[in-house]
Each structure stands twice: as structure tokens, then as C-alpha cells.
């Protein structure tokens, strides 16, 4: 069994608490914080049966290695989770092998390229939850990697979404295109703005850091660029409110071609 690790934070725990407490080894507690989300909090944990701790606030800023622990900490088990991208999108195939084109569940991606913020990387992860994102990818080099922070700010999303981290990130949209998986690029400079795109489809969605974006080979391996249309002051949005607004345009996409 690999060595337990830490969440904190009463999102991160909490969603680990509702979606695998069997996984949770202990959590630990400021008793000094009896507040009403404190005292709910304590009363899932209780039905769990999962064990309590009390711990002083110098206690669990040295287990989360942060002081926004919220009074909460947790170690956890990991949870399996699937190895690879390939094996995610074979069983995604084999889980619409038998359905009619129309109730197919198209792949949806997320694709981080440059993103070495662990807020920003948290926050993404968030929005691809809620978007109901397929996986995140990044490449090993120039990214972000999971850790406590990451888990905290995605509130649980890191538990739920799968995140890959590439060798060679051109290689691995090249092995999405021959999937007949379809690549899109942001880019400031782009002709065709997202709302252009079609993206009811099987499609990865690329995004480059805030101001120095997407790689140049990057952007060269991508089927298509689009921009975000900037109507203010402003040149840039922060990356996680550009995978929001770039995932959602697919999820309402998506809805109004099942409806119609």
C-alpha cells in the first residue's frame, strides 16, 4: 500500500469523505473551532466512523504545509485511479460500443500547457469537474504537479478528474488527433473566436499559461485556434477562467445538440 498523504481544507476532505472514506486513515481538527460548518463537518465524520484527532492550528499548518488548512487535515490512501490515457479513452470506447451515435458520451479534455501554478492548476481541475471534463494533461516539464495546495484549491476535483502528465505533449495531441479526437488551440491571435468552433464532437481543448500561452509547436499540432473574444481593457484571462469559459462553451454545445 503507497504511503497515505494529506488534504485538508473542508472541500477536499469533505468530497474524499462522501466519495471514499473507507481511504481515510485519520483526520485531525482545531476543537477550538466550534462554529456550524465545524460541528456538520464533525457529524459526517462521525457517521463514517472515520477516526478524529484534535489538533492545535501549529499542528495542521505543518501536516498541510499551509495555514489555509481551515482548521481540517486529513491523511488519506491514494485511490486507484486509471494508469494511463490510453486505457481512460479505451474504456470510454467501450462504454459506447453498444449505444446509438446520438447517446455516444463524446471525449472531452483539457490540456494545460505551461501552467505552473498550483492555485491555477487547482482551479482548473475545479472547472473540468464541474464541466464533467474527460481528464487534464499536462507535460512533465513546465507544470504543475499535484500536491496538498493543488487538492485544496480544486476542492476534491483532484480526486475526481484524471491528470496526466506527458513526456512529449505534441506527441500525445498527435495520438488524440488519431483518435479522431479533435485539437483546439487558444491563441490572442487566432481569426475564428471560440464561439465559431464546433465543439459537440470529440475534442481536446489546449490552453497555455496566462501571458506567455501556448508553445509554439504547441499551437502548430493543434487542428484549429480559436480566441476568446476580449471586449474590455484587459489582453489575458487568467487560465482557469479561460478553461471555464472554453469547457462550457462544449458542455452548452453539447446540450442543445441532445436537445434539438
Same mark, same amino acid.
Given at each position: ?22 481511504? *481515510?486513515? =485519520? ?12 460541528? !456538520?463537518?464533525?457529524? &459526517?465524520?462521525? =457517521? ?23 482548521? @481540517? ?5 491514494? $485511490?486507484? !485511479? ?5 486505457? %481512460?479513452?479505451?474504456? %470510454? ?5 453498444? +449505444? ?8 472531452? *479534455?483539457? @490540456? +494545460? ?22 481528464? @487534464? $494533461?499536462?507535460? &512533465?516539464?513546465?507544470?504543475?504537479? *499535484? ?27 498527435? =495520438?488524440?488527433?488519431?483518435?479522431? *479526437? ?16 464546433? %465543439? ?14 501556448? #508553445?509554439?509547436?504547441?499551437? &502548430?499540432?493543434?487542428? !484549429? %485556434? ?18 471555464? $469559459?472554453?469547457?462550457? =462553451?462544449?458542455? #452548452? !454545445?453539447?446540450?442543445?445538440? #441532445?436537445?434539438?
Amino acid at each position: 500500500m503507497s504511503s497515505p498523504k494529506v488534504l485538508f481544507g473542508f472541500h477536499a476532505v469533505g468530497v474524499r469523505l462522501k466519495t471514499a472514506p473507507q481511504s *481515510i486513515v =485519520e483526520i485531525y481538527y482545531e476543537p477550538t473551532r466550534r462554529d456550524a460548518r465545524m460541528r !456538520q463537518f464533525l457529524e &459526517k465524520v462521525a =457517521e463514517a466512523g472515520v477516526r478524529l484527532i484534535e489538533a492545535d492550528g501549529l499542528r495542521l499548518a505543518k501536516l498541510a504545509g499551509s495555514h489555509g488548512h481551515q482548521g @481540517v487535515a486529513a491523511r488519506v490512501q491514494e $485511490i486507484k !485511479q486509471v494508469h494511463s490515457l490510453d486505457e %481512460l479513452l479505451e474504456n %470510454l470506447d467501450a462504454s459506447n460500443a453498444d +449505444l446509438p451515435v446520438a447517446e455516444r458520451t463524446q471525449p472531452l *479534455i483539457l @490540456v +494545460l500547457d505551461g501552467v505552473t501554478d498550483p492555485h491555477n492548476l487547482g482551479a482548473c481541475l475545479r472547472v473540468a469537474d464541474g464541466a464533467g471534463a474527460h481528464a @487534464v $494533461i499536462a507535460p &512533465k516539464d513546465h507544470a504543475a504537479g *499535484i500536491n496538498a495546495t493543488v487538492a485544496k484549491v480544486a476542492s476534491g476535483a483532484a480526486e475526481t478528474v484524471p491528470y496526466f502528465m506527458v513526456t512529449n505533449l505534441a506527441r500525445t495531441l498527435n =495520438e488524440l488527433k488519431e483518435r479522431n *479526437i479533435w485539437v483546439i488551440g487558444t491563441s490572442d491571435a487566432a481569426t475564428h473566436t471560440l464561439y465559431q468552433a464546433n %465543439l459537440k464532437g470529440p475534442v481536446a481543448l489546449v490552453l497555455g499559461a496566462e501571458g506567455d500561452g501556448m #508553445r509554439q509547436l504547441t499551437a &502548430k499540432t493543434c487542428d !484549429q %485556434l480559436v480566441s476568446i473574444p476580449m471586449l474590455g481593457a484587459v489582453e489575458s484571462l487568467n487560465v482557469s477562467v479561460a478553461s471555464g $469559459i472554453c469547457l462550457y =462553451e462544449a458542455v #452548452r !454545445q453539447r446540450s442543445a445538440a #441532445r436537445a434539438a
